[in-house]
């Protein structure tokens, strides 16, 4: 924007901003440009590492949208990496690698006692790596290797330079060397649509293929190629051989690989090239695609070799593409609490039951104290060989936060020493304010006897506990699942298993350090289980949240884009290995959850789209379901007899329920019954959502044909659906009465949280109201009568959205009738917040959907939960806030990428918590209400930022807030000044206990 254009920008805000403001605005306007600013800033969160890694679980990712990389050092100095696409399925529909490539460099300086720097700079979209010999070495140079993924080709680019002659050796590798049948039932749930089945079904995955030399004689290729397919399989089994047309096979013939070539090398054995010189330019190119043989397949990939760019074009366009990215939006922060540190929460230390007064300890215990810090392995054995009557030692004294008293025994006060008793005293609890003292670390240490149930077994039972439950915002150490200790603090955790003996005295420890993420587990003074610090010793960022919005959205841009296929919730193309996790010995194909995609978790990252203006990034989501709505509206008629479509919560990337949930003993079911899987039987908010997703598009960016071609069909066949099925014509009253049209949602259920008795559920009611008004209030010019008298149509019919009456307080309730059973820690009362928008700040209902935030009964910081989106919706500022830091503390310890977010409820790194951590850090500085944009409504005042966000119509604000103030605005277009309001300033935000009502702050507004 020009100076004029941001000085009259500043003009229309006078009003509102007052006369300081509008000085700094002006001030601003002969000032560098932001883009500049921001690149400067953008470098200062490039991820850079100056030791080795062992193996993948020192990897950085990198991707074009549809061709991802996982990189790593070794500390032999190679450079190994993990080739992956969005789109490479098997014949099972499970995600794969293509493969590992390892380039090797001799002489190699890190080899022989050099350092190395690994860097990913974020701006240009690469990852640097120089090896640097060790002073006085003459052997070796300096190597200087770059690999970035081309913007526009399917191709990973190596580029190497050195000062002096050296050999360079690329290899491949590829796991699946032998057709094999899965039959273990942990393995097969990275196959999800083929879970759990029968011994007469066989689970088969076939061999990748070496191309030989005679038909690659300069290159290496290999390929995995599906000689058969599980989707007919599966159409007939689930009930819809008569519509089988709807329902193509994409994994037939599908061939997924590598071709790998470079100037200089040549072939030396049937995985490895070679060659020697001072410059190597490598490219591995990937195809995924369906051919009619393999032959074809491979003509393809050379081909697409022979036409590449020079590397030189490659990374100049590569680079050019991503500085684009990065000046969309941005957001920068300020005085955000530093990463050390134990996550911190208002609950008090309890002992022997955890925040919902379950997991109950059964048994005796002794002298429970708890240190600030992480104690010597020495002075945890020294507490191991007191006698359990004795006193803390003096040496100890000092670092004691928390010694629990005989409180049970009615003793008033307490005894300076507590002997033995037994748990759980329901107020035995410690002060909430441990969480300042314990900040950098703490050990647990205690005496117990712990005693069997009336089975005769030890069941899972808290022994220290200051942790939401389900969460992980604090710590806990218990016996889970019974005879093991477990350790788990944020998202760190520590077990063993099988070292709890019943009915018998013992002493147990465990301590955690924050500053190098060390954890240890003790019993009877000796370790039983040990997690180091760290890998490396990696410097902290200038902001931990400003990092972890920064890298979940890198993540993003290398993982959606070019493919049909969205980045998969659990893991993206960035998976590796789950034995970093949880000591599985699977390969790296293998994830959580396998590979259909539930509706829940793969929207969350889409929504902080958006803001971003990341509206490229959004297309693999619809073109995804798009191809889904023919097949779909043909399974409900064929199901349901209704017209219209929806979508099952989980689908396979061809558009059928998984096998597993469908059910694999149909005896007695009808095709269509989802008896076998409750959790989504009768879940029908989806498509609702993925309207409102696709009407929310158009209108931050106008584009007209993608809302006639795409969305107006997508909402038509979703409100079919609710018309056909739902919808009936009732008449109010006597004879003669006009009958009019009434929606009752049955059978339903409200999310995956309640199933039983379940009437009118909050998210498809609001959903309805939602999607119909949107269309309403779209130009008359663009939408066809029918629809929108069809929309008018089903606002008349939909019930209001459930309320309920608790203590005389009117709050939101998940569904307008229902079994008060609860089978998933999801709060679907709040989904009228988000992400429908019909609650919330400056809109009706805000007290109402407070009180249900209040009285939620699952609290989370962590996955897919929507906790901190509500919070900020709701203009609950320390919620958010809180909410914010405990998920940007959430990356995997085991990980040294610092956004391995997870595993959470799924996997790792977790897009539904990134999508979350980024659409929170955006809602509390910006949220668009209809035709307002009301700055600020969940802030911290005590933190600074810069940022720019989208905003409906086209609009782009950049601002910088200091001190809880805008001292610097500016819009464009300009015309939109006036429809941007600061919350705070002339519209009051809600304190927790503000009585005011909906109507005082109308009149505030």
Same mark, same amino acid.
């Given at each position: 924007?020009?100076?004029?254009?941001?000085?009259?920008?500043?003009?229309?805000?006078?009003?509102?901003?007052?006369?300081?403001?509008?000085?700094?605005?002006?001030?601003?306007?002969?000032?560098?440009?932001?883009?500049?600013?921001?690149?400067?800033?953008?470098?200062?969160?490039?991820?850079?590492?100056?030791?080795?890694?062992?193996?993948?679980?020192?990897?950085?990712?990198?991707?074009?949208?549809?061709?991802?990389?996982?990189?790593?050092?070794?500390?032999?100095?190679?450079?190994?990496?993990?080739?992956?696409?969005?789109?490479?399925?098997?014949?099972?529909?499970?995600?794969?690698?293509?493969?590992?490539?390892?380039?090797?460099?001799?002489?190699?300086?890190?080899?022989?006692?050099?350092?190395?720097?690994?860097?990913?700079?974020?701006?240009?979209?690469?990852?640097?790596?120089?090896?640097?010999?060790?002073?006085?070495?003459?052997?070796?140079?300096?190597?200087?290797?770059?690999?970035?993924?081309?913007?526009?080709?399917?191709?990973?680019?190596?580029?190497?330079?050195?000062?002096?002659?050296?050999?360079?050796?690329?290899?491949?590798?590829?796991?699946?060397?032998?057709?094999?049948?899965?039959?273990?039932?942990?393995?097969?749930?990275?196959?999800?649509?083929?879970?759990?089945?029968?011994?007469?079904?066989?689970?088969?995955?076939?061999?990748?293929?070496?191309?030989?030399?005679?038909?690659?004689?300069?290159?290496?290729?290999?390929?995995?190629?599906?000689?058969?397919?599980?989707?007919?399989?599966?159409?007939?089994?689930? !009930?819809? @051989?008569?519509?089988?047309?709807?329902?193509? &096979?994409?994994?037939?013939?599908? #061939?997924? *690989?590598? /071709? =790998?070539? $470079?100037?200089?090398?040549?072939?030396?054995?049937?995985?490895?090239?070679?060659?020697? !010189?001072? @410059?190597?330019?490598?490219?591995?190119?990937? &195809?995924?695609?369906?051919?009619? #043989?393999? *032959?074809? /397949? =491979?003509? $393809?990939?050379?081909?697409?070799?022979?036409?590449?760019?020079?590397?030189?074009?490659?990374?100049?366009?590569?680079?050019?593409?991503?500085?684009?990215?990065?000046?969309?939006?941005?957001?920068?922060?300020?005085?955000?609490?530093?990463?050390?540190?134990?996550?911190?929460?208002?609950?008090?230390?309890?002992?022997?039951?955890?925040?919902?007064?379950?997991?109950?300890?059964?048994?005796?215990?002794?002298?429970?104290?708890?240190?600030?810090?992480?104690?010597?392995?020495?002075?945890?054995?020294?507490?191991?060989?007191?006698?359990?009557?004795?006193?803390?030692?003096?040496?100890?004294?000092?670092?004691?936060?928390?010694?629990?008293?005989?409180?049970?025994?009615?003793?008033?006060?307490?005894?300076?020493?507590?002997?033995?008793?037994?748990?759980?005293?329901?107020?035995?609890?410690?002060?909430?304010?441990?969480?300042?003292?314990?900040?950098?670390?703490?050990?647990?240490?205690?005496?117990?006897?712990?005693?069997?149930?009336?089975?005769?077994?030890?069941?899972?039972?808290?022994?220290?506990?200051?942790?939401?439950?389900?969460?992980?915002?604090?710590?806990?150490?218990?016996?889970?699942?019974?005879?093991?200790?477990?350790?788990?603090?944020?998202?760190?955790?520590?077990?063993?298993?099988?070292?709890?003996?019943?009915?018998?005295?013992?002493?147990?420890?465990?301590?955690?350090?924050?500053?190098?993420?060390?954890?240890?587990?003790?019993?009877?003074?000796?370790?039983?289980?040990?997690?180091?610090?760290?890998?490396?010793?990696?410097?902290?960022?200038?902001?931990?949240?400003?990092?972890?919005?920064?890298?979940?959205?890198?993540?993003?841009?290398?993982?959606?884009?070019?493919?049909?296929?969205?980045?998969?919730?659990?893991?993206?193309?960035?998976?590796?290995?789950?034995?970093?996790?949880?000591?599985?010995?699977?390969?790296?194909?293998?994830?959580?959850?396998?590979?259909?995609?539930?509706?829940?978790?793969?929207?969350?990252?889409?929504?902080?789209?958006?803001?971003?203006?990341?509206?490229?990034?959004?297309?693999?989501?619809?073109?995804?379901?798009?191809?889904?709505?023919?097949?779909?509206?043909?399974?409900?008629?064929?199901?349901?007899?209704?017209?219209?479509?929806?979508?099952?919560?989980?689908?396979?990337?061809?558009?059928?329920?998984?096998?597993?949930?469908?059910?694999?003993?149909?005896?007695?079911?009808?095709?269509?019954?989802?008896?076998?899987?409750?959790?989504?039987?009768?879940?029908?908010?989806?498509?609702?959502?993925?309207?409102?997703?696709?009407?929310?598009?158009?209108?931050?960016?106008?584009?007209?044909?993608?809302?006639?071609?795409?969305?107006?069909?997508?909402?038509?066949?979703?409100?079919?659906?609710?018309?056909?099925?739902?919808?009936?014509?009732?008449?109010?009253?006597?004879?003669?009465?006009?009958?009019?049209?009434?929606?009752?949602?049955?059978?339903?259920?409200?999310?995956?949280?309640?199933?039983?008795?379940?009437?009118?559920?909050?998210?498809?009611?609001?959903?309805?109201?939602?999607?119909?008004?949107?269309?309403?209030?779209?130009?008359?010019?663009?939408?066809?009568?029918?629809?929108?008298?069809?929309?008018?149509?089903?606002?008349?019919?939909?019930?209001?959205?459930?309320?309920?009456?608790?203590?005389?307080?009117?709050?939101?309730?998940?569904?307008?009738?229902?079994?008060?059973?609860?089978?998933?820690?999801?709060?679907?009362?709040?989904?009228?917040?988000?992400?429908?928008?019909?609650?919330?700040?400056?809109?009706?209902?805000?007290?109402?959907?407070?009180?249900?935030?209040?009285?939620?009964?699952?609290?989370?910081?962590?996955?897919?939960?929507?906790?901190?989106?509500?919070?900020?919706?709701?203009?609950?500022?320390?919620?958010?806030?809180?909410?914010?830091?405990?998920?940007?503390?959430?990356?995997?310890?085991?990980?040294?990428?610092?956004?391995?977010?997870?595993?959470?409820?799924?996997?790792?790194?977790?897009?539904?918590?990134?999508?979350?951590?980024?659409?929170?850090?955006?809602?509390?500085?910006?949220?668009?209400?209809?035709?307002?944009?009301?700055?600020?409504?969940?802030?911290?005042?005590?933190?600074?930022?810069?940022?720019?966000?989208?905003?409906?119509?086209?609009?782009?604000?950049?601002?910088?807030?200091?001190?809880?103030?805008?001292?610097?605005?500016?819009?464009?277009?300009?015309?939109?000044?006036?429809?941007?309001?600061?919350?705070?300033?002339?519209?009051?935000?809600?304190?927790?206990?503000?009585?005011?009502?909906?109507?005082?702050?109308?009149?505030?507004?």
């Amino acid at each position: 924007m020009s100076p004029y254009s941001l000085a009259r920008t500043a003009r229309v805000f006078a009003s509102m901003l007052g006369s300081a403001v509008v000085a700094a605005l002006l001030a601003g306007c002969s000032a560098t440009t932001a883009e500049d600013r921001m690149r400067a800033d953008l470098a200062t969160y490039n991820v850079a590492w100056t030791t080795p890694g062992p193996d993948s679980s020192a990897s950085m990712p990198i991707g074009n949208g549809t061709v991802g990389a996982n990189v790593w050092t070794e500390p032999s100095g190679d450079l190994v990496f993990y080739v992956s696409r969005t789109d490479a399925w098997s014949e099972n529909e499970r995600l794969l690698k293509l493969g590992e490539v390892r380039v090797s460099i001799d002489p190699n300086p890190l080899a022989r006692g050099g350092t190395v720097r690994q860097e990913l700079v974020l701006g240009d979209g690469r990852i640097d790596t120089t090896l640097t010999p060790s002073a006085g070495d003459d052997s070796c140079s300096v190597v200087r290797m770059s690999l970035w993924v081309d913007a526009d080709d399917p191709v990973i680019r190596v580029s190497v330079r050195s000062d002096r002659d050296v050999r360079l050796s690329v290899t491949g590798r590829t796991w699946r060397t032998e057709p094999r049948r899965i039959t273990d039932a942990d393995e097969l749930r990275s196959v999800w649509s083929m879970r759990d089945a029968p011994a007469d079904v066989a689970v088969i995955e076939g061999a990748d293929v070496v191309v030989g030399a005679d038909r690659a004689p300069s290159a290496l290729a290999w390929y995995h190629r599906n000689e058969h397919s599980i989707v007919p399989f599966t159409v007939e089994r689930q !009930g819809l @051989s008569s519509i089988r047309d709807k329902f193509p &096979d994409p994994l037939l013939h599908r #061939t997924l *690989g590598c /071709w =790998i070539e $470079g100037g200089g090398l040549g072939r030396v054995g049937p995985m490895t090239l070679a060659g020697s !010189g001072r @410059s190597f330019d490598v490219a591995i190119v990937t &195809d995924s695609r369906q051919t009619q #043989t393999a *032959g074809e /397949w =491979i003509a $393809g990939v050379e081909s697409m070799a022979r036409e590449l760019d020079a590397a030189s074009r490659s990374r100049s366009r590569t680079a050019a593409w991503w500085k684009e990215f990065w000046e969309r939006s941005w957001i920068f922060i300020e005085g955000d609490p530093p990463l050390d540190g134990v996550p911190s929460n208002a609950h008090p230390l309890r002992v022997g039951v955890d925040s919902n007064g379950q997991n109950g300890f059964q048994g005796l215990v002794a002298q429970p104290w708890v240190f600030a810090g992480a104690l010597g392995d020495d002075e945890v054995s020294r507490l191991a060989r007191l006698d359990r009557s004795s006193d803390t030692p003096d040496s100890l004294r000092e670092r004691l936060a928390f010694a629990a008293a005989r409180v049970a025994s009615g003793v008033d006060p307490p005894p300076a020493s507590p002997t033995e008793f037994r748990l759980p005293p329901a107020d035995l609890t410690g002060p909430a304010s441990l969480s300042e003292s314990l900040a950098r670390g703490f050990t647990v240490s205690v005496w117990i006897k712990p005693e069997p149930g009336a089975d005769g077994r030890l069941g899972p039972a808290r022994i220290f506990d200051k942790m939401t439950a389900g969460g992980s915002d604090g710590f806990i150490f218990d016996t889970h699942p019974g005879t093991s200790l477990r350790l788990i603090c944020g998202q760190h955790t520590l077990s063993v298993d099988n070292i709890i003996v019943a009915d018998q005295w013992q002493h147990v420890a465990a301590s955690y350090d924050a500053l190098n993420g060390s954890m240890q587990i003790y019993r009877n003074g000796e370790i039983v289980a040990d997690s180091p610090a760290s890998i490396g010793a990696d410097p902290p960022p200038p902001s931990q949240i400003t990092r972890s919005y920064i890298l979940q959205r890198w993540i993003l841009g290398c993982s959606s884009r070019g493919s049909m296929y969205p980045p998969k919730f659990n893991g993206s193309i960035f998976t590796v290995e789950p034995r970093h996790v949880n000591n599985r010995q699977w390969n790296p194909d293998w994830r959580a959850w396998g590979g259909s995609y539930w509706w829940q978790n793969t929207r969350l990252p889409y929504y902080p789209m958006l803001a971003a203006g990341d509206y490229d990034l959004m297309h693999p989501l619809f073109d995804f379901y798009g191809a889904a709505l023919d097949p779909s509206r043909a399974r409900a008629k064929e199901y349901y007899g209704a017209d219209g479509v929806y979508f099952p919560e989980t689908m396979t990337m061809f558009f059928t329920y998984a096998n597993g949930d469908y059910g694999w003993n149909r005896e007695g079911l009808a095709a269509g019954d989802i008896s076998p899987c409750p959790w989504w039987k009768w879940a029908w908010n989806q498509s609702l959502e993925l309207s409102q997703l696709m009407l929310d598009y158009y209108e931050y960016t106008g584009d007209e044909a993608f809302l006639r071609d795409r969305t107006l069909p997508m909402v038509d066949a979703t409100l079919d659906y609710f018309q056909s099925r739902f919808v009936t014509n009732q008449s109010p009253g006597g004879a003669g009465d006009h009958r009019r049209p009434v929606m009752t949602i049955r059978p339903t259920q409200a999310v995956e949280t309640y199933w039983h008795e379940v009437e009118n559920d909050a998210p498809s009611v609001a959903g309805v109201r939602c999607v119909a008004e949107k269309v309403l209030a779209l130009p008359e010019h663009l939408v066809p009568p029918q629809e929108r008298d069809r929309c008018q149509l089903m606002l008349e019919a939909c019930p209001p959205l459930p309320m309920k009456t608790v203590d005389g307080v009117v709050v939101a309730a998940p569904a307008g009738k229902y079994r008060d059973e609860r089978s998933n820690c999801e709060t679907p009362e709040l989904y009228p917040v988000f992400p429908f928008g019909l609650a919330g700040i400056a809109r009706p209902g805000l007290e109402a959907s407070i009180e249900a935030y209040k009285r939620r009964h699952d609290k989370a910081t962590v996955g897919w939960t929507q906790d901190g989106a509500f919070a900020a919706m709701l203009g609950l500022r320390d919620e958010a806030r809180a909410q914010l830091v405990a998920r940007a503390r959430n990356s995997h310890r085991n990980f040294r990428f610092p956004a391995m977010w997870g595993p959470n409820f799924d996997w790792l790194p977790d897009q539904c918590h990134g999508g979350n951590l980024m659409v929170l850090t955006q809602l509390m500085l910006m949220q668009p209400v209809g035709d307002k944009v009301y700055l600020l409504p969940a802030w911290p005042p005590e933190w600074n930022a810069r940022f720019k966000l989208h905003a409906p119509g086209n609009t782009v604000v950049e601002a910088t807030v200091e001190h809880g103030r805008i001292v610097k605005l500016d819009v464009d277009p300009p015309s939109r000044a006036k429809d941007l309001v600061v919350w705070g300033e002339g519209v009051h935000p809600r304190a927790e206990n503000d009585a005011r009502s909906d109507a005082d702050l109308a009149a505030a507004r």
